[in-house]
């Protein structure tokens, strides 16, 4: 039976990345069958804006698609870092994300946020797991991540990976964003997302982990995109996924090329020239 | 029941004259001098040209696109140093490229509706005396102390401040939500239209060669106030040819398919421009004569940010929608007026007036809006030749043809089509 565990507050992500190097995951093939839990909780409007600001969101009533995302995620490093938790937490890579947001959520909305595990599998080079992500507001699911984490180890060819969707473009698309990002991104974001993962925050804290210089956070790149495809998405049905290929490397200039259909967005992040696929968004409603 | 007043029919509103300051490359004879200063140089030269000195005008609207916080009152300030009456009220506007034009657009729908009688519209850029802004880090910083209730919040507030919070933000030409420069944003263009570097430059030393031409015959004589002893655009390179400008490396654009240089894109200028409008009683009190009526006016703007259309292309989309409304076709016209913010604009521009694909799936239209005829565009020059100052352009034009309609042609009727950014463009119609 499920073990449901409620926190009264939000975990300290820096504590546990600070010890995250002495775990080296449990070896065993299941997830343990534990939901932690926060209730009730509050979006504080300054860190709201401080995120906004950093990802270009405008700041208004409903918050970024993205922004539940970062209520979760201290309660996915508690699930990822327990002691019965198969996988090493350091080094795992954030492959993919979903998001279904079944309506915009308000600013001043309580929300009921649980965090699980499920699904572990194998991956071509390692084992991945997805972390489910729910925010209820009084009873209703209002909106669900999924994010998948690989965690590398024995190859195994004969996975099944997840299909990325064709990333034709449509002849019209001669421009689209591009953004320059500073060498300090990662640390912007770490300090409104609070994931200060070594990788993200300065050359020498990536290098041990083998990285040549700090990449930016996957959910960072993402927000970026969603910023800027703003109000040409919906706000309630919408589905989102991010594949997440190649790591920006900071610092470093993307460029964002969107083609647009009636029910859904298709875009690619890339490096200045082509040259580097950094992230595929689908959207679709 | 008190009774219904009768509508007023709309008035014909006169353009009855222009003044600027010659235009001059930023960092150069205008360095130190504030768009206060050139604007009110400006306004000064109409109105002495004019005989307005004292006069109360109904209103001053004008704008600066790189602009102080300080001039936030820019224009009402500038009046308060004119020889206007001081009674005279005045706004501010801003839509880049397109303000000066627009500011012409308001004061004329002021005129026509009979609400005002005469006013002045200009623009002024000083791309030299440029704002520069705290950065980010400090403002915020600032702000914070600024909230603060007590010596210690003010104390924390102040301990956030970084060393790299001292480096100054620079005003940047780029587009905000892209990241990209206007002069990118146009590479992206005139290879999309496969537009040539030859066409390109044989456009800039048209302009060059129409400019000086128009000052040697004193064409400008009535429309150029000299300031700080400036009396020519400095831009201006009278034996600038096809050959001198194919000499000159892109600076836009990559490898082979580059053709923007610095040549045939405007470079970044510092000046001023007004423009006087009027009702017709007004002007005949006033003994002034009109040299041309300001007929109609469009502004559009495109979707560039996920690359659906160019930055530059709005125009293209303003001008079949003034046409329609005003009866005309784009060939019913005696000149063209295109505001040359890269030579790649103009000819892109015309390209796809001509592109049956483009005027159907983009226009609307079923047939395309066609060809002009080129010896009647720009025929005293434009921006890549007198430079432009970006929100002094739409009045340095709108002077220009309305008096190239009355006194070289002795009537006609004219087209402006001037591109902004922010994906905007503002077309008019002048006739005489």
Redesign the interface.
Same mark, same amino acid.
């Given at each position: 039976m499920t073990k449901e565990i409620a926190l009264g507050s939000a975990p300290d992500l820096r504590r546990i990345y600070a010890t995250a190097a002495l775990r080296r995951g449990n070896a065993s093939g299941t997830l343990p069958d534990v939901r932690y839990s926060r209730a009730g909780v509050r979006v504080d409007v300054d860190d709201l804006v401080a995120y906004s600001r950093v990802c270009h969101f405008p700041v208004a009533t409903s918050l970024p698609l993205t922004y539940p995302h970062l209520i979760a995620f201290p309660l996915q490093m508690v699930v990822m870092s327990g002691d019965r938790f198969p996988l090493p937490l350091l080094g795992a890579v954030h492959l993919e994300n979903r998001i279904e947001a079944v309506r915009p959520i308000d600013v001043d909305e309580r929300l009921d946020v649980s965090v699980w595990a499920q699904d572990l599998r194998p991956h071509t080079r390692g084992r991945q797991v997805d972390l489910v992500s729910e925010v209820a507001v009084r009873g209703e699911v209002v909106w669900r991540g999924v994010s998948t984490y690989l965690s590398r180890g024995t190859e195994q060819p004969a996975a099944q990976t997840s299909e990325l969707p064709s990333r034709e473009q449509p002849a019209?698309?001669?421009?689209?964003? $591009?953004? $320059?990002l500073g060498e300090g991104t990662g640390r912007a974001y770490a300090a409104v997302s609070g994931d200060w993962n070594p990788i993200h925050v300065h050359a020498l804290t990536a290098r041990p982990l083998g990285f040549p210089s700090a990449i930016a956070h996957g959910m960072y790149s993402y927000a970026r995109v969603l910023a800027? !495809?703003g109000p040409r998405l919906p706000e309630s049905g919408l589905t989102s996924r991010v594949w997440f290929r190649k790591p920006v490397r900071l610092p470093s200039t993307v460029r !964002? $090329?969107?083609a647009?259909e009636p029910t859904r967005t298709l875009s690619l992040l890339e490096g200045a020239t082509g040259e580097i696929e950094h992230a595929v968004v689908e959207n679709t409603w | 029941m008190a009774s219904q007043p009768t509508p007023r029919a709309p008035r014909r509103v006169a353009v009855l004259g222009g003044n600027r300051i010659p235009f001059a490359r930023s960092n150069g004879p205008y360095a130190k001098a504030s768009n206060q200063d050139m604007l009110t140089a400006a306004v000064d030269g109409l109105v002495a040209r004019h005989g307005l000195a004292g006069e109360r005008l109904g209103e001053v609207v004008a704008g600066a696109v790189l602009k102080h916080s300080r001039d936030f009152n820019l224009t009402r300030e500038t009046v308060l140093g004119t020889c206007l009456d001081p009674r005279t009220p005045a706004y501010d506007i801003q839509q880049a490229c397109g303000t000066g034009l627009e500011a012409a657009i308001l004061v004329s729908n002021k005129i026509a509706l009979g609400q005002v009688d005469a006013g002045v519209a200009g623009g002024v850029d000083s791309a030299s005396d440029a704002p520069i802004a705290v950065s980010e880090g400090l403002r915020q910083t600032l702000l914070a102390a600024n909230r603060a209730r007590s010596a210690g919040e003010r104390a924390k507030a102040l301990a956030g401040l970084r060393p790299a919070h001292l480096v100054p933000a620079i005003p940047e030409n780029v587009e905000p939500r892209t990241g990209l420069s206007m002069g990118e944003h146009m590479a992206l263009t005139a290879a999309q239209w496969g537009i040539s570097r030859e066409a390109q430059d044989e456009l800039a030393a048209a302009s060059h060669q129409h400019l000086a031409a128009a000052y040697d015959r004193g064409f400008f004589d009535d429309l150029v106030t000299p300031f700080l002893g400036v009396s020519r655009d400095t831009n201006l390179r009278p034996d600038s040819s096809v050959e001198k400008l194919s000499t000159l490396k892109p600076v836009f654009g990559r490898g082979d398919g580059a053709t923007m240089t610095a040549g045939n894109s405007t470079p970044l200028t510092d000046g001023a421009s007004a423009v006087l409008l009027a009702s017709e009683e007004w002007a005949a009190e006033h003994r002034l004569t009109p040299l041309a009526w300001f007929v109609d006016a469009e502004t559009a703007a495109v979707d560039y940010v996920h690359g659906d259309e160019g930055l530059l292309m709005a125009p293209a989309y303003a001008v079949p929608r003034l046409l329609a409304r005003n009866g005309l076709s784009l060939q019913d016209f005696d000149f063209y007026e295109i505001h040359e913010a890269f030579a790649a604009t103009v000819l892109t521009t015309l390209k796809a007036w001509e592109d049956a694909d483009f005027c159907k799936a983009r226009l609307g239209l079923d047939e395309p809006l066609g060809s002009i005829d080129r010896s009647r565009l720009n025929v005293n020059g434009s921006s890549l030749a007198a430079g432009h100052p970006f929100a002094a352009t739409g009045g340095r034009i709108v002077a220009s043809l309305a008096k190239q309609l009355k006194e070289e042609a002795g009537g006609g009727r004219g087209l402006i089509s001037i591109c902004a950014a922010g994906g905007q463009g503002v077309v008019a119609i002048l006739e005489a």
């Amino acid at each position: 039976m499920t073990k449901e565990i409620a926190l009264g507050s939000a975990p300290d992500l820096r504590r546990i990345y600070a010890t995250a190097a002495l775990r080296r995951g449990n070896a065993s093939g299941t997830l343990p069958d534990v939901r932690y839990s926060r209730a009730g909780v509050r979006v504080d409007v300054d860190d709201l804006v401080a995120y906004s600001r950093v990802c270009h969101f405008p700041v208004a009533t409903s918050l970024p698609l993205t922004y539940p995302h970062l209520i979760a995620f201290p309660l996915q490093m508690v699930v990822m870092s327990g002691d019965r938790f198969p996988l090493p937490l350091l080094g795992a890579v954030h492959l993919e994300n979903r998001i279904e947001a079944v309506r915009p959520i308000d600013v001043d909305e309580r929300l009921d946020v649980s965090v699980w595990a499920q699904d572990l599998r194998p991956h071509t080079r390692g084992r991945q797991v997805d972390l489910v992500s729910e925010v209820a507001v009084r009873g209703e699911v209002v909106w669900r991540g999924v994010s998948t984490y690989l965690s590398r180890g024995t190859e195994q060819p004969a996975a099944q990976t997840s299909e990325l969707p064709s990333r034709e473009q449509p002849a019209a698309v001669i421009g689209g964003p $591009r953004w $320059r990002l500073g060498e300090g991104t990662g640390r912007a974001y770490a300090a409104v997302s609070g994931d200060w993962n070594p990788i993200h925050v300065h050359a020498l804290t990536a290098r041990p982990l083998g990285f040549p210089s700090a990449i930016a956070h996957g959910m960072y790149s993402y927000a970026r995109v969603l910023a800027s !495809l703003g109000p040409r998405l919906p706000e309630s049905g919408l589905t989102s996924r991010v594949w997440f290929r190649k790591p920006v490397r900071l610092p470093s200039t993307v460029r !964002l $090329r969107t083609a647009f259909e009636p029910t859904r967005t298709l875009s690619l992040l890339e490096g200045a020239t082509g040259e580097i696929e950094h992230a595929v968004v689908e959207n679709t409603w | 029941m008190a009774s219904q007043p009768t509508p007023r029919a709309p008035r014909r509103v006169a353009v009855l004259g222009g003044n600027r300051i010659p235009f001059a490359r930023s960092n150069g004879p205008y360095a130190k001098a504030s768009n206060q200063d050139m604007l009110t140089a400006a306004v000064d030269g109409l109105v002495a040209r004019h005989g307005l000195a004292g006069e109360r005008l109904g209103e001053v609207v004008a704008g600066a696109v790189l602009k102080h916080s300080r001039d936030f009152n820019l224009t009402r300030e500038t009046v308060l140093g004119t020889c206007l009456d001081p009674r005279t009220p005045a706004y501010d506007i801003q839509q880049a490229c397109g303000t000066g034009l627009e500011a012409a657009i308001l004061v004329s729908n002021k005129i026509a509706l009979g609400q005002v009688d005469a006013g002045v519209a200009g623009g002024v850029d000083s791309a030299s005396d440029a704002p520069i802004a705290v950065s980010e880090g400090l403002r915020q910083t600032l702000l914070a102390a600024n909230r603060a209730r007590s010596a210690g919040e003010r104390a924390k507030a102040l301990a956030g401040l970084r060393p790299a919070h001292l480096v100054p933000a620079i005003p940047e030409n780029v587009e905000p939500r892209t990241g990209l420069s206007m002069g990118e944003h146009m590479a992206l263009t005139a290879a999309q239209w496969g537009i040539s570097r030859e066409a390109q430059d044989e456009l800039a030393a048209a302009s060059h060669q129409h400019l000086a031409a128009a000052y040697d015959r004193g064409f400008f004589d009535d429309l150029v106030t000299p300031f700080l002893g400036v009396s020519r655009d400095t831009n201006l390179r009278p034996d600038s040819s096809v050959e001198k400008l194919s000499t000159l490396k892109p600076v836009f654009g990559r490898g082979d398919g580059a053709t923007m240089t610095a040549g045939n894109s405007t470079p970044l200028t510092d000046g001023a421009s007004a423009v006087l409008l009027a009702s017709e009683e007004w002007a005949a009190e006033h003994r002034l004569t009109p040299l041309a009526w300001f007929v109609d006016a469009e502004t559009a703007a495109v979707d560039y940010v996920h690359g659906d259309e160019g930055l530059l292309m709005a125009p293209a989309y303003a001008v079949p929608r003034l046409l329609a409304r005003n009866g005309l076709s784009l060939q019913d016209f005696d000149f063209y007026e295109i505001h040359e913010a890269f030579a790649a604009t103009v000819l892109t521009t015309l390209k796809a007036w001509e592109d049956a694909d483009f005027c159907k799936a983009r226009l609307g239209l079923d047939e395309p809006l066609g060809s002009i005829d080129r010896s009647r565009l720009n025929v005293n020059g434009s921006s890549l030749a007198a430079g432009h100052p970006f929100a002094a352009t739409g009045g340095r034009i709108v002077a220009s043809l309305a008096k190239q309609l009355k006194e070289e042609a002795g009537g006609g009727r004219g087209l402006i089509s001037i591109c902004a950014a922010g994906g905007q463009g503002v077309v008019a119609i002048l006739e005489a």
